[in-house]
């Protein structure tokens, strides 16, 4: 269908504008006011979100260190046991060879078997102690490493091995005061099987101790590693569960940034018409057009911001089967009567779109093109703005200057225009159409002006055939 919405609006001047336009200059919102306001410090709710997020990474990692610490003290106690039954093992191992090569003939008690065998020659120390007239002497000591044990330390242990009958450990110190082992084994006299004496075995735990603080630090340092990467996991994954409340907290300030941003600009169009029908109260009458025009901008204002609210609110995002052309052909006949002029070319079609949604975005589409699409040397300075639907595709072209397509990005930004605009209604057109699967393009029509193209994606069905022409 073709049709044609035509009106004429006086445009003659007036002397008396010219101080009323320098009055609204100052009272209306710079553009580039909002640059300082998007980059002012955090609002007090992101703090409080990024301390929750430091709070939940802090409590992740004291539980991983609880744990890791747990591990670690149980994994280096278990060393140190198994470290020293391991060194009281080779102890007791040495003195039972000590005393399985103590003998007895009737020359008295032989010692000669322990000057050459391994296990009383090297290593430990290895001393054979004899009662004597109730008091112990000493019969052997082993070449091999010696080592100056706290005097009383080896009779001692000794004494408590004949006493128990039974093999003893303990730990004593050397006189400069490092630890060492000791281990004492009763032997017997071969005929009456009488406790005889006792062999000692004096053990240097350095070479064990050595090789568990390698243990301990290796440990130490693994659980420290381990628990710096569980507080970066931490953060990581808190970030991730947080982020619905981000993009939820987002999602409300770029809507209030929007309701301060949009109803800026009409207020201040409203309060400046007030005070200058104030200065001039027989002149109020020639300020209602401007506040019907002021009141109308916040209407489309609120209409903006309800989408935004709409879009960002996915639950609310309701397509269905439309007929696309209709629904454009009602958006073209709800413009107001003006001096410009807009005609549609429509082809029957249905997609599948929420209306309400794509209502706001084609209506954005036309207050664009009449906006900025003024055709170059018309006296009248009208814009004639061509409207088309083909297939799920809805074009709005004028005659303006046109753009680039290299600047569309740049275009549908937030608060992005040119003069005269808002800001965020080609934004809120590239919106609906990601909403719908689709993009906005734009392109140079030959001749002059830009084409503007809404694709809501697949084409759901089509009649097949334009609609015979009638006037709209």
């Known amino acids: ?270 309060r400046g018409s007030v005070d200058i029908a104030d200065t001039d109260p027989g002149g109020l009458h020639s300020h209602l057009p401007r506040l019907r025009r002021a009141t109308d901008r916040m209407t489309d204002v609120v209409d903006n911001i309800l989408t935004r609210g709409r879009l960002q609110a996915t639950d609310t995002f309701r397509p269905v089967p439309l007929r696309l052309d209709q629904l454009v052909e009602q958006v073209c006949e709800e413009l107001p009567v003006s001096r410009h002029t807009v005609t549609t070319f429509l082809d029957a079609s249905v997609a599948t779109a929420d209306p309400a949604l794509v209502r706001i975005a084609v209506r954005n589409l036309l207050a664009n093109a009449l906006r900025h699409g003024r055709t170059p040397g018309d006296p009248q300075d009208r814009a004639e703005v061509d409207v088309m639907v083909r297939g799920t595709a809805v074009t709005v072209a004028d005659r303006g200057a046109g753009v680039d397509p290299e600047e569309l990005p740049g275009l549908l930004e937030r608060f992005r225009s040119e003069g005269g605009g808002t800001g965020i209604g080609l934004s809120l057109v590239r919106e609906v159409a990601a909403a719908h699967g689709g993009e906005v393009t734009v392109r140079r029509r030959p001749g002059g002006g830009s084409a503007f193209v809404l694709a809501l994606g697949p084409l759901q069905r089509s009649a097949g055939h334009r609609r015979a022409p009638r006037p709209s």
Not at 77 to 93: G, M, P, V
Not at 245 to 264: G, K, N, S, T, V
């Open 1 to 270: 269908m073709t049709g044609v919405h035509e009106g004429q609006r006086s445009t003659e001047s007036h002397p008396r504008r010219a101080p009323r336009r320098a009055l609204l200059t100052r009272l209306l919102p710079r553009r580039d006011a909002r640059t300082a306001g998007e980059r002012r410090a955090p609002s007090p709710a992101r703090r409080r979100l990024g301390r929750l997020q430091w709070r939940l990474t802090l409590a992740y990692t004291l539980i991983t260190l609880a744990g890791v610490g747990a591990l670690s003290w149980l994994v280096i106690r278990t060393d140190a046991r198994s470290w020293q039954s391991a060194e009281y093992e080779e102890l007791h191992r040495r003195a039972a060879v000590a005393v399985s090569l103590i003998y007895y003939t009737d020359a008295g008690i032989q010692l000669d078997g322990l000057y050459d065998d391994e296990a009383t020659s090297a290593g430990a120390q290895v001393i054979v102690l004899q009662a004597h007239g109730g008091r112990l002497r000493r019969l052997f000591t082993s070449h091999g490493p010696g080592t100056a044990v706290e005097a009383g330390a080896v009779d001692r242990i000794a004494h408590r091995a004949m006493t128990h009958d039974d093999t003893v450990s303990a730990r004593a110190r050397t006189g400069a005061g490092d630890p060492v082992y000791l281990l004492a084994l009763p032997y017997y006299q071969d005929q009456s099987q009488k406790t005889a004496g006792a062999v000692v075995v004096v053990g240097d735990p350095g070479k064990g101790r050595a090789e568990h603080r390698r243990l301990v630090v290796a440990v130490l340092s693994g659980s420290g590693l381990l628990v710096l990467l569980s507080a970066a996991t931490g953060y990581v994954l808190s970030g991730r569960s947080m982020r619905p409340a981000w993009e939820a907290l987002d999602a409300q300030e770029r809507l209030l940034a929007d309701a301060a941003h949009e109803l800026r600009t009409p207020v201040a169009v409203m």
